[in-house]
């Protein structure tokens, strides 16, 4: 069983930055791609960014790029999204994903529970 855990959400004011971690933890010997998604309140859950497990491939949604960064350190198993000039719109519970790739839910195996980010204009 794979679990991930989010760390790193806060409140933070408009033009703030925010670095989210993920750790996964159950089958570290196997490498997965890894990803962020985002839900705000009332709306479905949207696609933020996802690295591959080699680190070569990377894919954005498109209000982030240019403002977010992912990037993974695979042999702690973990991944990180950096997040800088936020906006207010960026509101949302950010959730960890992995074992799949692409920019849909239904692309990815397992899911964190979530963290927290505010951005206060």
């Known amino acids: 069983q794979v679990q991930l855990v989010e760390s790193g959400g806060g409140l933070v004011h408009t033009g703030g930055s925010l670095r989210l971690s993920c750790a996964r933890s159950?089958?570290?010997?196997?490498?997965?791609?890894m990803g962020w998604f985002r839900q705000a309140p009332g709306k479905e859950r949207e696609f933020v960014a996802a690295?591959?497990?080699?680190?070569?491939?990377?894919l954005f949604g498109d209000s982030m790029k240019g403002r977010f960064t992912i990037s993974g350190d695979f042999a702690k198993n973990t991944v990180y999204l950096q997040m800088n000039n936020l906006k207010p719109e960026d509101t949302a519970v950010y959730y960890c994903?992995?074992?799949?790739?692409?920019?849909?839910?239904?692309?990815?195996?397992?899911w964190g529970q979530g963290t927290q980010v505010t951005v206060s204009s």
């Open positions: 994903t992995a074992g799949g790739w692409g920019t849909s839910t239904f692309d990815y195996d397992y």
């Open positions: 159950g089958r570290t010997f196997t490498y997965y791609n």
């Open positions: 690295i591959s497990w080699s680190s070569d491939s990377i």
